[in-house]
């Protein structure tokens, strides 16, 4: 028989691991950094992306749970008897720029899935670890922010709306076109720099909407932000309004549009020119 597992838990350890792991090193950061080579995203590791990575897979060893790692970082890693039985998808640093920086934006994202989709993440966590803000979500539990239930805005016209855009890509000039409609109806745009967690501002209504349709961000830095946009009731999908369902690889790609609620969703659909979809 399967061991039962309290995934939730586990997920709330592994944060509470990084907190404590990445103390000493946020002390340290204005010293020269050492050169760590590219992760398995393609950008240069980070100490401090290394330690939170490594935090999340001790925690789950004490557990003792048979898993499959699929992080930002190392790539794709295979852990005890069964490794097929869970698939652990994790960004262990979403926003590593402003943490260096010292731009108090960025988290540390996990979901555990029954396979390397994201169809079939069960649970999530994104935790602010700047201002110790968790957001966790369970399959048809709803999605909690810091243990309080949370929905997203009930806002409905573009004027009102804050919405985040991710417009960070050499490809500006391909990407701007498509954008230039929704941009010139809308009053407060924003981009905070850790995408994890501007997706759940739109779980728990703090903001409205977050696109990124530059179709470069991967599926390790959202995969647990779509549970937590999912059980909010808040909407996501791809830039087309079709269902999002990709693998989950720190190489796939991913782009879309989540939005607090079904009418901001369908205007903005009708004013985002798609890019092209993601396989
Ligand atoms: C980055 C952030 C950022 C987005 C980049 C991502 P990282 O994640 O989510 O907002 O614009 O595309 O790579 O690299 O800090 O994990
Ligand atoms: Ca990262």
């Given at each position: ?270 004013l985002v020119k798609p890019e092209k979809e993601m396989k």
């Amino acid at each position: 028989m399967k061991k039962q597992i309290n995934w939730l838990d586990i997920l709330i350890r592994c944060k509470n691991n990084i907190q404590e792991q990445i103390k000493p090193l946020l002390k340290k950061l204005d010293q020269p950094q050492p050169n760590l080579g590219i992760g398995a995203g393609g950008d240069p590791i980070k100490q401090i992306d290394l330690a939170a990575e490594s935090a999340i897979i001790n925690t789950l060893r004490e557990h003792e749970v048979s898993f499959t790692l699929i992080s930002e970082e190392s790539g794709i890693k295979k852990y005890g008897q069964t490794p097929n039985d869970n698939f652990v998808t994790t960004d262990p640093i979403d926003g590593t720029t402003n943490l260096v920086r010292g731009i108090p934006f960025y988290a540390t994202s996990i979901a555990v899935s029954t396979k390397p989709t994201i169809n079939t993440i069960h649970t999530a966590l994104v935790t602010d670890l700047v201002h110790g803000i968790t957001y966790t979500a369970q399959k048809g539990k709803g999605a909690y922010r810091n243990n309080q239930k949370i929905t997203p805005s009930k806002t409905e016209s573009l004027e009102d709306a804050v919405i985040g855009i991710d417009l960070n890509t050499y490809k500006i000039q391909k990407i701007a076109p498509k954008l230039t409609n929704l941009i010139q109806r809308t009053k407060h745009i924003r981009h905070l720099g850790a995408n994890a967690l501007e997706l759940c501002y739109v779980a728990d209504g703090t903001t409205d909407a977050f696109l990124d349709i530059r179709g470069k961000l991967r599926t390790t830095d959202m995969a647990a932000a779509w549970l937590i946009i999912k059980e909010a009731s808040a909407k996501i999908t791809t830039p087309k309004g079709k269902l999002l369902n990709v693998k989950l690889s720190p190489k796939q790609k991913v782009a879309f549009i989540a939005t607090a609620n079904q009418k901001i969703h369908k205007i903005m659909l009708s004013l985002v020119k798609p890019e092209k979809e993601m396989k």
